[in-house]
Each structure stands twice: as C-alpha cells, then as structure tokens.
C-alpha cells in the first residue's frame, strides 16, 4: 500500500516531467485567426485592422510574428496586442492606402501568422460605429 510521501512524490515528478512538454507543445503551436476581422475607416487613406486570434508567437527581435497583406497593394503597419476575446487574443494594425478609402469597400486580405499557412479573408470597410 503506498504510504502518502511515495504518492506526494510521484505526483511531484509527474508535474516534473509534464512541464517541459507542455511548453514545448506551446512553443509548436500554429496559431489560427479566431472569428470574422472588422476594419475601420480612421481618415480618407488609413483605416484600422481588428481581429482574434491565438496567441502570436515573437519573432527574435521581439516583433510580432505575422505578416498581413491586402490584395489592392494596401500597407499594413504598427501591429499591436489589444486585448482578449474569450480564449482569444485581439490585435489591431494601421492600413494605409495611397486611394481615398471608401465606405462599404470589399478587401481581399491574407494572414500568416506564425508558423501557419496563410489564411484569406474578405473584409469590409466601415465607418466608425457602423455596424459593431
């Protein structure tokens, strides 16, 4: 009959041996977008990118690693960590245009994040307020 030290011990090198695996199947994990992205229009060339995902590994330098493009040729900057969503993570990125942004504008825009494959999403441009 195993007395409680032998069962307290096996207990403790149980969380032992479980603790690196667990951060290594962290550490292995493809984050996913997580819901519908929503952008925003800030002024005539710049709007802001919201969306969910997982949590973003960081590259060496420390920066986010994802890499968001727009079909039209529209450049995405300044991606940040927001907040949570549920279980989700929520980031949101400035959209420069060299055009005038329109409202009700349909985007083709694409996400890596991590080490994920790619991910397109059609995404529409609304005005501040509309639509939340």
Known sequence: ??????????????????????????????PEL?????????DANHAQLNFAADE????????????ITFADGERVSGLKLRGRHG???????TVSSPRAMK?????????RLGKSKPVTRSVTLYRPGAHN
């Open 1 to 30: 009959m195993p007395t409680p030290r032998t069962v307290l011990a096996a207990a403790a090198l149980t969380a032992a041996a479980l603790t690196p695996a667990t951060a290594l199947a962290k550490a292995d994990r493809t």
């Open 34 to 42: 997580g819901g519908s992205p929503q952008i925003r229009i800030v």
């Open 56 to 67: 973003l590994p960081r590259t060496k330098a420390g920066k986010l690693d994802a890499k």
């Open 87 to 93: 279980d989700d993570k929520t980031y949101v990125a």
């Open 103 to 111: 409202d009700h504008a349909k985007f083709s825009v694409t996400f």
